[in-house]
């Protein structure tokens, strides 16, 4: 059976097991399950540490797992990327009290606290900066600098209302961006069945989430307005109605745009304009 590590809490967990859901695997019904067996799909779910599943799968232990990219490049676990999921964002950057640093290469000689520690050093000797130090703390880091344990702290930023809000600024670009990924171990063997049906799986719910059906009817002389504006993704499907002069189409089209679309199709001429959406997709 193929071994899938599923992070067990966090902002990575509820969304990961809803995606595996609409792809139409087993998911635990209670928190406190740690494995669960689908052998319908030839899978087999632990549910673990979101910080511990880059290393899991790196070792080999397990076949592929669901994490942040955050967290596999502060393992430095030998996993892999194979596949970005859209949830999850996260932007890491340094931040500081006003004046302390403007650029990267101003953090030498600081010191520096966080919880992405392996993230942290890793960039730092990127881009050769030296810092006094990096502490390490499991959260609130912005503690550490009221309490005079670090000069600048190194996390997640969402809005930056909360570093507003502790009369804290960003300092220099961003450390890296996040989000949900697959990963597998690194260097190994071509992906199998099942480690590709289950990568065809997820991305077909990608799809399905990025897009929506719209059908709606039109003249015959406006078809060629109508697909210009919605041509599908090989070619909208246009079949005739009872109507003389009429034809229905049907077209996948991006989940953020049916309204807007719906204005210039209605400008165009069309009529019943409706969308469906799409709860699976290959393409």
């Known amino acids: 059976m193929l ?19 609409e792809a139409g695997y087993r998911q635990r019904s209670e928190a406190k399950e740690l494995v669960v067996a689908d052998p319908e799909n030839g899978v087999e779910f632990f549910f673990l540490r979101p910080r511990d599943i880059a290393v899991y799968v790196g070792s080999g232990k397990l076949d592929i797992g669901i994490t942040g990219r955050d967290l596999l490049w502060d393992s430095r676990a030998a996993a892999d990327e194979v596949l970005t999921l859209g949830f999850a964002p996260a932007s890491f950057h340094f931040a500081g009290a006003p004046g302390i640093a403007e650029t990267m290469h101003d953090l030498t000689g600081k ?5 992405f520690v392996g993230l942290v050093e890793k960039h730092l000797a990127e881009h050769g ?10 959260g609130a880091v912005e503690t550490s600098l009221r309490l005079g344990v670090a000069d600048v702290i190194a996390d997640v930023v969402e ?19 996040s989000e949900a990924i697959v990963i597998r171990p690194a260097g190994a063997r071509p992906a199998q069945e099942a480690e590709q049906r289950f990568l065809r799986r997820l991305e077909s719910v990608l799809v399905a989430r990025r897009y929506v059906l719209m059908d709606y009817d039109i003249p015959v002389e406006s078809v060629e307005q109508a697909i210009a504006l919605t041509p599908g993704l090989e070619s909208p499907t246009v079949s005739p109605l009872h109507r003389e002069g009429w034809v229905a189409v049907r077209a996948m089209v991006p989940a ?28």
């Open 3 to 21: 071994r899938i590590a599923i992070p067990n809490k966090g902002s990575l967990s509820a969304p990961a097991s809803e995606m595996l859901r």
């Open 111 to 115: 010191t520096i606290a966080t919880s």
């Open 129 to 138: 900066v030296v810092a006094a130090g990096i502490v390490h703390l499991d």
């Open 159 to 177: 809005t930056g209302t909360t570093l507003r809000n502790l009369g804290l600024t960003i300092i220099g670009n961003p450390i890296m961006e």
């Open 256 to 283: 953020d745009q049916p309204q807007a679309l719906m204005d210039k199709l209605e400008a165009v001429g069309a009529r019943a304009i409706l969308t469906t959406r799409i709860h699976a997709c290959r393409v």
